[in-house]
Nanobody, 127 residues
Framework: QAQLVESGGGLVQAGGSLNLSCEIRGLIVSDYHMAWFRQTPGKEHQFVAAASRHNQRTYYEDSVRDRFTISRDNSKSAVYLQMNGLKPEDTAVYYC????????????????????WGRGTQVTVSS
């Protein structure tokens, strides 16, 4: 059974860093493009970053482009999100998501276009 398990969230001061991890279980990892989304209460899931299935290509939401880095290690069935220069507006629950390569383009800005996603990890940035 496919399962995505996020970890690494926590409380950090503005300007600090966190490295989120997503463990991918029950999938052929190289068959899936991976992405991170985030959500704050009462709002839709927001796309954050994506990496193609062999990590050749990445794509970022504009507000995180120069601060966050997505990477993946298929040999470890994991995808990561290194977050630097955190701001209070980055506070959210962060989710990783998997999109089958058979769906074509390696990313979508909409979570419902992904096949699997996890339960999320809370990131709180204090000012």
């Amino acid at each position: 059974q496919a399962q995505l398990v996020e970890s690494g969230g926590g409380l950090v001061q503005a300007g600090g860093s966190l490295n989120l991890s997503c463990e991918i279980r029950g999938l052929i990892v190289s068959d899936y493009h991976m992405a991170w989304f985030r959500q704050t209460p009462g709002k839709e899931h927001q796309f954050v970053a994506a990496a193609s299935r062999h990590n050749q290509r990445t794509y970022y939401e504009d507000s995180v482009r120069d601060r966050f880095t997505i990477s993946r290690d298929n040999s470890k069935s994991a995808v990561y999100l290194q977050m630097n220069g955190l701001k209070p507006e980055d506070t959210a629950v962060y989710y990783c998501a998997a999109r089958s390569y058979r769906r074509g383009v390696y990313y979508s800005l909409h979570l419902h276009d992904y096949t699997y996603w996890g339960r999320g990890t809370q990131v709180t940035v204090s000012s």
